[in-house]
């Protein structure tokens, strides 16, 4: 997500400064866990917007810091912002999981969270309320599945499945989910930094394509591009096979579906995403021309660029 969103920013002509443990070509070396690091990048950049892009997740199992950086990283970040006078607006990552999947919150904090993860980002979103951000202009969003080229190994998994043969539909219904692709969540990203205050001050948005996937067509669209036919596996089947994932699970073999995974895969979630057209607009980029410039990244990645 940061790539994308450092890209955009020139893009817009803007100047972006990065900040992160590595560091790097126009990032800062830094960590939310050392508030001194923290302080000194404030002191040399002077930003006037900060997007808090930085997470702890659990892709790969429970997050190692214990989710350090969604918790203790905003707090230190907020107790550094109250002596930051050029900073005047925050942009802050929080996630769809501040709920389970499939659960429309009634308001912006009606939480129930998914997991340890979901719960430091209920954590976060608090602390970023109850301090009022500082003192400066704040706006949270949440962000669903991000996808397109650059995405993270987890879910890039799902089209290396794809490709060689291994993905299946269950059932046959549609599942309809709120999907991000990366170059239209970047210029949601710059709007919230860039709008009117009276727009996006002390709001919380879901960032997500203006139009839900249909989660059957977007893998059949990349099962085209990599000329591998999806099959359907039926529900019960996939039912069965899930509870001897189970099992295995617990005797600590590996197995790529459990009724965890499965659940995910069948929850629909559609978010409400009027409020961030409202500021924004509609998202630019469609689910086919995604899956082409995806397609064209994943299979580049591997072999190198060609011509597609």
């Not at 949601?188 to 203006?210: C, G, I, K, M």
Request: proline share 6%; charged share 25%; aromatic share 8%.
């Amino acid at each position: 997500m940061g790539k994308a969103l450092m890209r955009e920013l020139v893009a817009q002509g803007h100047i972006p400064v990065g900040f992160s443990r590595k560091g790097g070509e126009g990032v800062l070396q830094g960590d939310l866990l050392d508030p001194h690091s923290i302080a000194e990048a404030l002191r040399v950049v002077r930003p006037d917007v900060i997007f808090n892009l930085a997470a702890e997740t659990d892709l790969k199992g429970q997050a190692k810091g214990g989710y350090a950086a969604n918790t203790i990283g905003v707090k230190n970040l907020l107790d550094a912002l109250a002596y930051a006078p050029s900073v005047k607006r925050v942009v802050w990552a929080s996630s769809q999981l501040v709920c389970k999947p499939g659960k429309v919150p009634k308001h912006d904090t009606d939480y129930d969270p998914e997991g340890g993860y979901g719960e430091s980002k209920v954590l976060g979103e608090k602390m970023v309320r109850n301090r009022d951000g500082s003192g400066k202009e704040w706006v949270i969003f949440r962000s669903t599945t991000i996808w397109g080229p650059g995405m993270s190994d987890h879910y890039a998994a799902i089209l290396g499945m794809i490709r060689r043969g291994l993905y299946f539909h269950v059932g046959g219904r549609p599942l309809m989910k709120s999907y991000s692709y990366i170059d239209n969540l970047a210029e949601q990203l710059v709007t919230l930094a860039v709008a009117p205050e009276a727009q996006v001050n002390r709001r919380t948005f879901y960032l997500a394509d203006s139009d839900p996937i249909d989660l059957r067509a977007w893998a059949k669209g990349f099962g085209r591009r990599f000329h591998r036919p999806i099959p359907t596996m039926p529900a019960p089947v996939a039912r069965s096979l899930a509870r001897t994932g189970d099992a295995l699970t617990r005797r600590g073999v590996r197995f790529p579906l459990t009724s965890q995974r499965l659940d995910n895969m069948l929850t629909e979630y559609v978010y409400d995403v009027s409020p961030i057209e409202q500021v924004h607009g509609r998202t630019r980029v469609e689910m086919d021309e995604g899956i082409e410039r995806t397609a064209r990244w994943y299979l580049d990645r591997d072999t190198g660029p060609t011509a597609h």
